[in-house]
C-alpha cells in the first residue's frame, strides 16, 4: 500500500511529523508474522518497506487510516523510513543491528537509533490521549 500524499490519511501522519517524503518512499504491508508490531527494511530498488500487523491498521468509513491513537505504530515506522532516507539502507540495517547487539534486547529502546521513534510515537499517543 502506498499512501496517496493528498488523502486525509497523509495529512493525519503529516499532522504527527512525518514529512512528504517518507511518505513517497514508504511501502506498507500487512504481515502479522514477525515478532514486534512492525518492522521496516531497506529493499534495494523498492526502497523502505514497512511490514506492520493487521490490528496497527485500523480504517475510517471512508477507507483511510483511523484518526486515532492507532497512529502510533505507523509513526514509528515512518521515523526508520526517515533513517533510511538518511543513513542509507546499509548504514540503517548496520546501525539496527548494533542498537540489538549493545543493548541486549530486540527492542532496542534506549539505544539512539529507536530512541528517536520511541519518542515520536509516544507524542502521537499523548496527542489522542483524553481525545478517544
Known amino acids: 500500500m502506498k499512501i496517496d500524499l493528498e488523502s486525509p490519511s497523509a495529512e493525519r501522519l503529516m499532522q504527527h511529523g512525518v514529512k512528504t517524503r517518507e511518505l513517497k518512499a514508504a511501502r506498507i504491508f500487512v504481515f502479522d508474522m ?13 526502497g523502505p518497506m514497512i511490514l506492520i500487523k493487521r490490528r496497527w491498521l485500523v480504517f475510517d468509513d471512508d477507507d483511510e487510516l483511523e484518526d486515532s491513537a492507532n497512529l502510533r505504530m505507523l509513526r514509528h515506522e515512518l521515523c526508520h523510513v526517515r533513517q533510511i532516507q538518511d543513513w542509507g ?17 530486540l527492542y532496542a529502546r ?9 519518542s515520536a510515537q509516544a507524542k502521537v499517543t499523548a496527542f489522542y490521549r483524553g481525545r478517544e
Open 89 to 105: 539502507g546499509l548504514a540503517y540495517m548496520r546501525r539496527q543491528l548494533w542498537a540489538r547487539v549493545k543493548t541486549r534486547s
Open 110 to 118: 534506549t539505544a539512539e537509533e529507536e530512541s528517536v521513534c520511541y
Open 34 to 46: 514477525q515478532l514486534g508490531a512492525a518492522i521496516t527494511l531497506p529493499i534495494p530498488i523498492l
